[in-house]
């Protein structure tokens, strides 16, 4: 019953590409949705939130879509960069937070 | 200056042993967490804590217990060490609330558990 779910475990493109990172959920009482991110031997680290009342919020290369009606965000991250090769993972609010497993992305020189 | 900091980063400790995790976070802030991250990379929230007192606990064993000397330390104990409680353990730390309102959570490095 995970209630938060990133279903693909990994994710590689190009350097100056879009990376696409997806993320479906459960429980419509959400009322926030957040993406963090982590490298290796680090704590994961705030990147981008956006709330439920919300359908896009953007920061920079950063761009984050709610599609309530689908309980699906996504992050885009334009353009890739070689740095931005970590585990992303969402996580949804509501009291608490509830993680999703995490996307691997490999940005490629 | 690391904002908030555990330790120690690796444990490697045999079955039925008690071991401590400490958590310190020097950002000011009112509330304080610990997560689990499993084998299967999910990051579970087990306990928070604001301004000492005990807001969330999970379904987690009572080998496991929390204490807050004060708003800016978090420690873990674990008692009974079991093999599947080999995991990474993260603090985090948030300036209020425990988690709601898509609050930021600022995490430590993680603490590497190992049970043999």
């Known amino acids: 019953d995970q209630q938060v779910k990133q279903n693909s475990p990994s994710l590689s493109v190009q350097e100056g590409r879009i990376s696409i990172l997806n993320c479906d959920y459960t429980?419509?009482?959400?009322?926030?949705f957040l993406w963090y991110k982590k490298y290796p031997a680090e704590g994961p680290t705030f990147l981008i939130s956006i709330s439920s009342i919300k359908d896009k919020n953007e920061d920079g290369r950063f761009t984050v879509f709610l599609n309530k009606s689908a309980k699906h965000l996504s992050l885009h991250i334009v353009p890739s960069q070689p740095g931005d090769s970590a585990v992303y993972f969402c996580?949804?609010?509501?009291?608490?937070?509830?993680f999703g497993e995490g996307t691997q992305l490999t940005v490629n020189p | 200056d690391t904002a908030v900091s555990q330790t120690p980063k690796y444990l490697v400790t045999q079955m039925g042993n008690d071991k401590s995790i400490k958590c310190e976070q020097n950002?000011?802030?009112?509330?304080m967490y610990w997560y689990k991250q499993d084998s299967k990379k999910f990051l579970k929230i087990m306990f928070s804590y604001n301004n000492k007192e005990l807001i969330i606990n999970e379904t987690v064993p009572n080998r496991f217990s929390p204490k807050s000397p004060d708003k800016a330390h978090l420690n873990l104990h674990i008692n009974s060490l079991e093999l599947g409680d080999s995991a990474v353990y993260f603090c985090?730390?948030?300036?209020?609330?425990?988690?709601?309102?898509?609050?930021?959570?600022?995490f430590g490095p993680g603490t590497r558990l190992l049970v043999l």
């Open positions: 996580a949804a609010s509501l009291s608490r937070l509830t």
């Open positions: 985090a730390s948030s300036q209020g609330g425990s988690g709601g309102y898509g609050e930021t959570q600022y």
């Open positions: 950002l000011g802030h009112d509330t």
């Open positions: 429980n419509s009482m959400f009322d926030y």
